[in-house]
């Protein structure tokens, strides 16, 4: 599976961003899928997972609330719903397809990541 993330960019607090991560591959639609994030200077970190079918989500407290993920698996892609942005969001953003059917918090569970897409939240 190889992932492209996109839809990175500079916004405000308070604004909302989608983010996209299209897939190839055929085990795409068989795979638990997540996003990460890395802040400048900190450690990458979990933000949100989902199972293959979708019907199984889980977030970091963090974003809980404010934060959707969803996913496509007829066109390959999973998406990143971003809302109510805070300047602690600021990251680059991964998506990762896990080895698994099944969701997962921890990076350990994940065969495949995305090149990452920045996102600036200005205050």
């Known amino acids: 599976v190889q992932l492209q993330a996109s839809g990175g960019g500079l916004v405000q607090a308070g604004d909302s961003l989608r983010l996209s991560c299209v897939a190839s591959g055929r085990a795409f639609s068989s795979s638990g899928m997540g996003w990460f994030r890395q802040a400048p200077g900190k450690e990458r970190e979990f933000v949100a997972t989902?199972?293959?079918?979708?019907?199984?989500?889980y977030y970091a407290d963090s974003v809980k609330g404010r934060f959707t993920v969803s996913r496509d698996n007829a066109k390959k892609m999973v998406y990143l719903q971003r809302n109510s942005l805070k300047p602690g969001d600021t990251a680059v953003y991964y998506c990762a397809a896990a080895k698994g059917s099944g969701r997962s918090s921890s990076a350990a569970a994940y065969a495949y990541w995305g090149q990452g897409t920045l996102v600036t939240v200005s205050s």
């Open positions: 989902m199972s293959w079918s979708g019907g199984s989500t």
